[in-house]
């Protein structure tokens, strides 16, 4: 198979990212879209074995962001300006990663998985390529963000408007009933031809430009440090089981790696920075997007083969989840569930528990208004009169049908505190410490504590 970015009519050292009209006359006759085989070449660039890199270039935002104006296969878009176009020139699939947050505006031809806007995050990854044939706007494909679980496409395809997400399935050529069985059948008739048969012998061909950024390299075994400097394509298989905790990427380098085993990744804050922030082992079929920007700051991105998300929480085991959760039915804790330092207690029935809502313990000679030396929900006490205290509360009740339990001690002779419950409101109630024999007194200890379901 030739390269696909060749033009027919020129020579190999002046090789163009165009296509030929015939060559694409010829699987429109074949009723097989040329983008749609575009996975086969790759596969195929696999045995060519001639190195291939290349490195990001910028490229601001803007309305109109023409990335296949000439600019290169592998672009770093800056700014933050809205995305409406990316323009009307098309030299294949372009990888894209953004500098920043912006917003990508869904259209008929700028079209986003699932048919809705995206806002991109700092880093985050993506591929563009054209749309029919002649091409007539771009589709976003593979969207990672950094930030978070991978989108899962064909959720995103089934919860939109298409109706069978069967695209999503690797193209094989047994699929393809009718393909022509050599080049001059694709109407190719000035391709160069390989020198000897099979596995062996080589292509004349010196590949550059984005078709030689998106070739696919020789394998790389796992390591602790991958080693991807020296790789010889873009897209590289990464074997072995061997746990990766850095590579040594160069700056503006970017890679996309295919798992073929249980391939595990350390995560390291600046070394590998595992997307989610925790451990990850790659299954078969995984592909792990790394990048390395102009200031040496790593990314790595994965994209599960099964389309699922890279974090989860775990059904055991101690786990740090941050964010508020939301359960699909009324949360249990166990006995032994801890609170900060405290531990639930091994409660022996089935009753409910209901927590306090607010709480307090002041000094009752304090005069004035003042705050408790120790309290919950409550704003200020204020002292009445001798032994009459109002309590605010920090955050009101619900309504004033709520219990409050108190007490009181000055010295030895009996004592004891009364809530003047008709008193309450939603945001205040009534104490009052009371003596026998002596009515009305300042108690140097008083506490309470307020209940409401």
């Not at 060559?23 to 074995?49: C, P």
């Not at 804790?333 to 528990?353: E, H, I, R, V």
Request: glycine share 12%.
């Amino acid at each position: 198979m030739a390269n696909p970015y060749y033009t027919p009519t020129g020579n190999p050292p002046n090789q163009t990212r165009g296509t030929s009209a015939l060559v694409r006359n010829e699987f429109d006759s074949i009723e097989v879209g040329f983008d749609d085989v575009y996975a086969e070449i790759l596969a195929l660039a696999a045995a060519i074995g001639v190195a291939v890199t290349v490195s990001e270039v910028p490229l601001a935002s803007a309305s109109t962001t023409d990335i296949g104006n000439g600019y290169g296969p592998v672009l770093l878009i800056t700014g933050s300006n809205p995305i409406n176009s990316f323009g009307a020139n098309y030299n294949g699939g372009i990888f894209l990663r953004f500098q920043g947050s912006l917003q990508i505006n869904h259209s008929s031809t700028l079209q986003c998985p699932g048919g809705i806007n995206i806002t991109t995050q700092a880093d985050d990854a993506c591929i563009a390529v054209p749309i029919g044939n002649p091409a007539n706007g771009w589709r976003i494909m593979a969207y990672c963000r950094v930030s978070q679980g991978i989108i899962d496409d064909i959720a995103v395809k089934t919860s939109s408007t298409y109706a069978d997400p069967a695209w999503l399935t690797s193209l094989a050529w047994s699929k393809i009933t009718g393909k022509p069985t050599t080049l001059a059948g694709y109407g190719i008739t000035d391709a160069p031809q390989k020198d000897g048969t099979g596995a062996t012998g080589s292509w004349p061909i010196n590949i550059t430009g984005w078709a030689k950024s998106v070739g696919a390299g020789a394998d790389i075994a796992s390591a602790a440090t991958l080693p991807l400097a020296a790789r010889t394509g873009n897209l590289v298989r990464v074997t072995g089981t061997v746990a990766t905790i850095a590579t040594d990427l160069e700056n503006g380098g970017q890679v996309w790696c295919y798992a073929v085993g249980a391939w595990p990744l350390t995560y390291h804050a600046t070394n590998m920075p595992v997307q989610g922030g925790a451990n990850y082992t790659c299954s078969p079929g995984d592909i792990i997007f790394m990048s390395r920007d102009g200031s040496g700051v790593l990314t790595v991105l994965v994209h599960k083969a099964d389309g699922t998300g890279t974090r989860t929480v775990n059904l055991s085991g101690n786990q740090t989840v941050a964010g508020v959760k939301t359960f699909s039915s009324a949360a249990v804790l166990q006995a032994g569930a801890t609170f900060g330092n405290a531990t639930l207690a091994n409660l022996s029935t089935s009753a409910p528990l209901f927590g306090a809502r607010a709480f307090g313990v002041f000094d009752g000679r304090t005069t004035g208004t003042f705050a408790p030396s120790n309290s919950g929900n409550v704003s200020s006490i204020t002292r009445n009169s001798a032994g009459d205290y109002t309590v605010t509360l920090s955050t009101a009740m619900g309504t004033t049908d709520y219990a409050v339990i108190a007490s009181a001690r000055s010295t030895s002779v009996p004592t004891y505190a009364i809530w003047e419950g008709e008193d309450n409101t939603t945001t205040t109630f009534r104490i009052t410490a009371k003596q026998e024999g002596a009515g009305l007194v300042d108690c140097a200890y008083v506490a309470f504590a307020v209940f409401r379901t």
